[in-house]
């Protein structure tokens, strides 16, 4: 579904877009990914609107711990922010555990003090921590519109599935391009 509409109080929400998550393979180049997620950032921060930068730093406790087993040691900025995000002061940073930003985090509340009633959704994995997010913002009550091409998994068909099946479902989707026109 084509975004038709941002409310005043949107907030753009960017997943992911970290050193380590930004080195693995994925379906479309994360560069690309990071570039768009930073052009978005720059046109909400020339809005005065809210940016959400989010880092993972690590598994949920229980049987998933060992998620990132097989890939080795990870490198000490493994969680660190792509420097192409250009982060402000004004941002906000969620450390999350899991993989959505919202469970076990302050985000919501975060949103709510600044009166937020719509995210914007980008980063990597699609299907993961991009999908946990935004159908979180959904069961929160927020209005979801998903940046389809600043998003990109490790894996197509959960990337496409994600893109094609659920992200119709929780809201709305667009192109970066589309979104900043919407902003005006």
């Known amino acids: 579904m084509t975004a038709t509409t941002l409310d005043p109080k949107t907030a753009l929400v960017l997943v ?12 479309h180049p994360s560069e690309q990914i990071v570039e768009r997620g930073a052009r978005l950032a720059e046109a909400f921060r020339a809005k005065g609107l ?15 711990e060992g998620e990132l087993r097989g890939r080795g040691e990870v490198p000490a900025d493994w969680a660190e922010l792509r420097p ?15 993989w959505g930003a919202f469970y076990g985090t302050d985000l919501d509340l975060q949103l709510r003090r600044r009166g937020v009633t719509q995210v914007v959704i980008g980063g990597i994995a699609t299907s993961i921590g991009v999908e946990s997010t935004a159908r ?6 927020y209005h979801v519109t998903i940046a389809v091409d600043a998003v990109t998994d490790l ?13 119709p479902r929780l809201g709305e989707t667009d192109t970066t391009d589309a979104i900043i026109k919407l902003l005006g």
């Open 155 to 167: 894996d197509e068909r959960t990337h496409r599935n994600s893109v094609e099946r659920i992200f």
């Open 50 to 64: 809210p940016v959400v930068l989010v880092h993972v730093v690590g598994g949920a406790p229980g049987r998933t």
């Open 136 to 141: 979180a913002a959904h069961e929160h009550g």
């Open 84 to 98: 192409e995000l250009n982060r402000r002061d004004s941002d906000i940073v969620v450390t999350k555990h899991q």
């Open 16 to 27: 992911d877009l970290q050193k380590g998550i930004t080195a693995l393979p994925s379906v």
